[in-house]
């Protein structure tokens, strides 16, 4: 048996450059996942997960850059 669900994922973000100079960024972002159909395999219809981010970011080249940061999930 095949069973399929669709979930809806809304995501806003912000940057903001700590030092143009230097080339580094911090992003916040939140990212909230609702399920949109009712199904055994993945629950009841209805709030899923929520992740909130914060990352720092260089930019090395321009083609190039770095990330690291911290993922907090529900």
């Known amino acids: 048996r095949?069973?399929?669900?669709?979930?809806?994922?809304?995501?806003?973000q912000a940057e903001l450059n700590l030092n143009p100079k230097k080339n580094w960024l911090v992003i916040v972002s939140n990212e909230v996942f609702l399920h949109a159909t009712n199904t055994e395999e993945?629950?009841?219809?209805?709030?899923?997960?929520?992740?909130?981010?914060?990352?720092?970011?260089?930019?090395?080249?321009?083609?190039?850059?770095?990330?690291f940061g911290a993922?907090?999930?529900t």
């Open 71 to 73: 993922q907090l999930q």
């Open 2 to 12: 095949i069973e399929m669900g669709h979930r809806i994922r809304q995501m806003i």
């Open 42 to 67: 993945f629950g009841p219809a209805g709030f899923n997960q929520n992740r909130l981010v914060l990352r720092f970011r260089h930019q090395l080249t321009p083609a190039t850059n770095f990330d």
